[in-house]
């Protein structure tokens, strides 16, 4: 979990860290003297009138400026119910693990692996995990604009009216399709999740909600541009200043061979910086044939890294330019070995690697004044596009899809291939002569 934010000089009165293990307050994180990773947000309001009586909340956002409005609408709640708690009834007694706050934090710990049985348990990222929390925060913040307390609402009575609420909140903080979609998707997996937990014959309004369309012009990173930014990466131009005042270098002496790699691969981040020498697999001749490493995407959507059944293996054809990259960073000395391909030297974590190489290529990029800003994503389309101009409908095989249609959807730039298409049709001359 990361490191929760609790400044001194912006925190208000009543809000503290608060680790759930030790059982201990702290005032800003500063203070904060333990390693426990079960530490929160949480609310300590004293009661008027009572020399020691508090009501106290905890909240499950990492980011301090979210926490902010849960806490203004807990101190919203004390005051319109002068502090009284609520006594339940004896239905609602029975429904207190139905609470959305609730449902929230159980969801979250779900998503955790937290007391999850060990067949049911899939690897996620902290960034993945961050994005569905960001997602019911999102959800919570719409209810909160239209005077709903998130923190006094029964899962079982989310209404269509408060669906509607959400997606007119997503509407007007994002303009992208597909950033719209991705938050609805999270929301329909956590109404999902409580539903078949609870085992509760209440309706999933979030599967209603129709998902905006997504086509893009799939940008790719022309040649001209991937080589302008290849000749700038030098530790002189790699500074860049931080939100946060801090300036960071972002040039690393495998810096070069990483975006190379990206290009004459597709791969995505994390398949080429765990690319190993002992990947590399032989034809006949004994010459190089293609590289053979674990496809981390499915194999954590079917769960296989969990189970231990066998992993589903990822092939990259040799082409050309990655058969002569593959010389320059030593085939010769590291084949057979199960060394990293790029960078075996680099001490730094894999994870961290790919975090720089993303960061690197954008600022690089922003140096070279394109008309359009790419990032380091794009030479995975760029790859695509390329040997689609090559092999056509074939290229299926290559990148192991069954048809064509998620290709051209979400790779290929059709842009591109109607350039190409044009020069040869204009070789041909009339065709109707």
Aim: proline residues 3%; aromatic residues 14%; contains cysteine.
């Amino acid at each position: 979990m990361p490191k929760l934010k609790l400044p001194k000089k912006e925190r208000p009165p009543g809000l503290y860290l608060y680790c759930n293990t030790c059982k201990k307050y702290y005032r800003d994180d500063t203070r904060v003297s333990c390693n426990c990773s079960n530490i929160v947000y949480k609310a300590k309001i004293h009661v008027p009138g009572q020399d020691y009586r508090c009501r106290t909340r905890s909240f499950t956002c990492v980011e301090f400026d979210d926490v902010m409005i849960y806490y203004r609408a807990f101190k919203k709640e004390l005051q319109n119910t002068s502090f009284m708690q609520f006594l339940a009834t004896p239905a609602a007694k029975e429904n207190t693990s139905l609470m959305f706050t609730d449902c929230l934090e159980e969801f979250m710990a779900f998503l955790r692996n937290e007391n999850v049985p060990y067949h049911a348990r899939v690897e996620r990222t902290q960034k993945g995990i961050k994005s569905y929390e960001r997602s019911l925060n999102y959800f919570g913040f719409a209810l909160i604009d239209h005077g709903i307390n998130p923190n006094i609402l029964h899962f079982e009575n989310i209404t269509e009216e408060m669906i509607g609420y959400f997606v007119k909140y997503l509407e007007n903080k994002t303009e992208s399709g597909k950033t719209f979609n991705g938050h609805v998707s999270e929301l329909r997996a956590f109404a999902s999740y409580i539903i078949s937990k609870h085992k509760l014959k209440c309706k999933n309004y979030f599967n209603d909600v129709q998902l905006q369309d997504t086509n893009t012009d799939n940008p790719i990173v022309a040649i001209e541009e991937f080589n302008e930014v290849l000749k700038i990466v030098s530790p002189s131009n790699s500074w860049v200043v931080e939100k946060s005042g801090k300036r960071t270098n972002y040039y690393r002496t495998w810096m070069k061979d990483a975006f190379r790699l990206g290009l004459y691969t597709g791969g995505r981040r994390e398949e080429i910086v765990k690319l190993k020498w002992s990947g590399i697999k032989l034809n006949k001749k004994g010459g190089i044939s293609y590289i053979e490493t674990e496809h981390f995407k499915i194999n954590r959507a079917k769960k296989k890294k969990i189970v231990g059944k066998k992993l589903v293996k990822k092939k990259f054809a040799i082409n050309f330019d990655l058969h002569k990259l593959l010389y320059d960073l030593g085939y010769d000395k590291f084949k057979g070995t199960d060394n990293y391909i790029l960078a075996p030297e680099e001490t730094a974590s894999r994870t961290y690697m790919m975090k720089m190489i993303s960061l690197a290529f954008t600022e690089y990029f922003k140096q070279i004044k394109a008309e359009e800003l790419k990032q380091f994503k794009h030479l995975r389309k760029t790859y695509t596009t390329t040997m689609y101009l090559k092999l056509g409908d074939k290229l299926k095989d290559d990148t192991a899809h069954t048809t064509m249609s998620v290709l051209h959807k979400h790779y290929i730039n059709e842009a591109a291939v109607a350039d190409k298409l044009h020069e040869e049709y204009m070789s041909w001359g009339s065709i109707f002569s």
